[in-house]
């Protein structure tokens, strides 16, 4: 596709439940990175991918956060016992390779109640 | 670590008059420095960056940035703002020089007033 694209665009789960969120990078781009955004806050690093593997994962929260890429292209968030405190934008980002620039999803605004 | 101030949360200004949104950083090592614009329940879109040469940058909608790499600062400016500018605009810097894993700031909500 044209650009990143984020799915779902907005998810609203109950709390305990587990979601997923899928991630599919502009074609070609080797380098994925999730983000967090919280209300009134900026983008928080989750993790990035180089091809299939997590080269960087330090920015996950704890245990229940995970992140797949297994063919190197899409890449899909899980969230596993959801919090309220998970609730918060979603936006991941992909570039050609490490060294260039990260373009953005639209993001998938999750919703814990 | 990078770390990444906003000075101020909330900007108002008067359509068609200038603005400057201010920034901030820390980092131990050479680092490349962004401005991010987004539009209610958007993602992120990028206005400009500074990577290296000249510390005068300009990117899309007419913004500029000026990299001092003395008071660590690359403050945002428009000479003239429209009600379209209205959006929240996040600074950022990167991991290093060479990676693109990036540190924002909390964001600056920009208010055009008609």
């Known amino acids: 596709g044209a650009g990143v694209s984020q799915t779902p665009s907005n998810k609203v789960t109950e709390k305990g439940k587990y979601v997923e969120l899928r991630c599919d990078p502009i074609?070609?781009?080797?380098?994925l990175y999730w983000y967090r955004q919280s209300l009134g806050q900026g983008p928080e690093f989750l993790i990035y991918f180089q091809g299939t593997g997590a080269a960087d994962d330090s920015g996950l929260p704890n245990d229940r956060f995970f992140a797949v890429r297994p063919e190197g292209s899409v890449s899909t968030l899980k969230i596993q016992r959801t919090e309220r405190g998970d609730s918060a934008m979603y936006l991941c980002a992909s570039s050609l390779n490490q060294e260039t620039e990260a373009f953005f999803g639209q993001g998938t605004r999750l919703t814990v109640v | 670590a990078q770390s990444v101030t906003q000075l101020d949360s909330q900007v108002p200004v008067f359509e068609e008059a200038p603005v400057e949104l201010r920034c901030n950083y820390s980092s131990s090592v050479s680092v490349y420095l962004f401005w991010y614009v987004q539009y209610p329940n958007q993602g992120l879109q990028l206005l400009l960056k500074?990577?290296?040469?000249?510390?005068l940058v300009k990117g899309i909608n007419g913004f500029e940035a000026e990299f001092n790499k003395s008071q660590t600062s690359f403050h945002l400016r428009k000479p003239s703002v429209h009600i379209s500018d209205t959006a929240e605009y996040f600074c950022a810097v990167t991991l290093g020089a060479g990676s693109y894993q990036l540190t924002f700031g909390k964001g600056t909500k920009l208010s055009v007033i008609p």
């Open positions: 074609s070609g781009h080797t380098a």
């Open positions: 500074y990577l290296s040469g000249s510390t």
